[in-house]
């Protein structure tokens, strides 16, 4: 991935804004928000984030939250969008490797700031395999 989207709510910005400062080498980071911690409802700030990878704005997105719950959860209502909440980098990997996510999902309360930089890096750096998975992830499209 060349260009992605970030977004958080409140309970994610400052693992957001880590992430952001660190991810940057090679890669084209575009900042959805939130801008501060003030409190705003997070399927508003993710679902517009989402729309940006569904219009090809971005090639995929990392979003955030407290525990990451929540904006999953928001992340999957939507159309097109493949989120992973991940907690680890074999997660982050298989998520990209066999269910060709596209939006990464963490837990801004949950995860320490190394750990989530290399949960990041390693969905960044993986690729869908396709073969037998593709079956499965157009199924995905046929859901409703």
């Not at 569904?54 to 959860?73: H, K, M, N, Q």
């Not at 989120?83 to 596209?102: G, I, K, V």
């Amino acid at each position: 991935m060349k260009k992605i989207g970030i977004a958080s709510d409140h309970g994610g910005f400052e693992l957001k804004e880590y992430l952001r400062k660190e991810l940057g080498n090679g890669i084209e980071i575009v900042d959805y928000g939130t801008k501060d911690e003030t409190s705003v409802d997070y399927p508003e700030v993710i679902g517009n984030a989402c729309k940006k990878v569904i219009s090809g704005e971005v090639e995929g997105l990392i979003a955030l939250c407290g525990t990451g719950i929540g904006a999953s959860i928001a992340a999957n209502r939507m159309k097109g969008i493949r989120a992973a909440l991940c907690h680890d980098e074999f997660t982050a990997e298989m998520s990209r490797r066999h269910n060709n996510s596209n939006v990464l999902v963490l837990g801004g309360r949950i995860l320490g700031k190394e750990l989530a930089i290399r949960i990041a890096q390693k969905w960044l750096s993986t690729s869908f395999e396709g073969g037998r998975h593709e079956r499965r992830v157009g199924q995905l499209e046929t859901l409703s």
